[in-house]
């Protein structure tokens, strides 16, 4: 019984926090999901397992040029914006955020259309933490030492919280090949990451995530109530115009249930929860 009322607690919270939100036109809606409904803050921070911080990787700069209004990259380089993925109950939206940003590119840049493995980095990324978090920064790095293999060589299984033992052989049969990253770098003003995401694709991107997040449905979103859960990494793809509000368009790691099936967008120009502090990315390089 003790449980029943502590779970009807929670859920009577997050009622009452999309009821604020619904009612404040804050220029973005709010909803319920099932798989977080009832669920701890202590239990939701075990989805957050981005690090920020100071970064080692070095800072490309772009030359200023026309930049339109709106960037949908769907649009600009059909069939290379790769479908929304599940990370499940496990803290891996680093390696996320990651691979899919690669697989992007290794399309934009080299026509060469691949989807690959999260879970190559989760489990033998050993600079990072798998499940408990990680670094986009060295994420990045272990692309460009090691490469990853494809999602269909070493599919995610760790959704359930748990990360497989690392692998040096295809569980599907097919070759063991190895897609690699280069240059990795990060971009500091507005205008070089959008010059960045115009010209070379997608990126990964780390921000602050508030309890009010898990239950954006739709609109440009910003900070309005609830607990701080930890760091997220996302891929970012391109901006645009909203009811008078700059946003960046991003792609999140849960699934197409939530939010705008698996997309969101997130106030542009004012850094909204650190969005703009932590953008990186590295170039498609060679295939082993």
């Known amino acids: 019984m003790k449980l029943f009322v502590l779970i009807l607690l ?27 409904v009832g669920k701890s803050v202590e239990e939701l921070r075990s989805l957050f397992g981005t690090t920020r911080g100071p970064h080692n990787y070095p800072i490309k700069r772009h030359e200023l040029q ?17 479908p929304i993925l599940d990370q499940g109950q496990c803290g891996s939206c680093w390696a996320f955020g990651a691979s899919e940003a690669l697989s992007d590119r290794f399309c934009i840049q080299e026509k060469v259309n691949v989807v690959l493995s999260p ?17 986009p920064e060295m994420a990045w790095e272990f692309m460009e030492e090691n490469g990853l293999v494809t999602a269909s060589c070493f599919p995610y299984s760790s959704g359930g919280g748990n990360a497989p033992d690392c692998i040096s052989k295809c569980k599907d049969g097919s070759s063991w090949t190895t ?31 508030y309890q009010d997040f898990i239950n954006y449905e739709s609109g440009v979103y910003k900070y309005v109530n609830g607990s701080f859960l ?10 645009g115009v909203e009811n008078g509000e700059d946003y960046w368009l991003c792609a999140n790691s849960w699934g197409t249930s939530w939010g705008m099936k698996g997309f969101f967008k997130i106030l542009k ?8 502090d932590d953008v990186v990315a590295g170039m498609a390089a060679q295939i082993d």
């Not at 070379?200 to 780390?206: Q, S, V, W």
Request: charged content about 20%; overall charge negative.
């Open 10 to 36: 929670l859920a009577t919270a997050f009622t009452g926090l999309v009821e604020q939100i619904n009612n404040a036109n804050v220029g973005w809606t709010a909803t319920e999901y099932p798989q977080f």
């Open 119 to 135: 879970q190559d980095l989760v489990s033998c990324d050993t600079e990072d933490s798998g499940c408990d978090g990680g670094w």
């Open 66 to 82: 026309d930049l339109p209004t709106n960037f949908d990259p769907r649009t600009q380089w059909p069939g290379c914006i790769h």
């Open 230 to 239: 930890g760091g997220h990494a996302i891929k970012m793809l391109g901006w």
């Open 179 to 209: 897609y690699h990253a280069k240059d990795t770098q990060g971009f500091e003003t507005i205008e070089d990451i959008m010059t960045e995401l115009y010209t070379n694709g997608p990126c990964e991107a780390a921000f602050d995530v």
């Open 269 to 276: 120009g004012v850094d909204e929860c650190g969005i703009e």
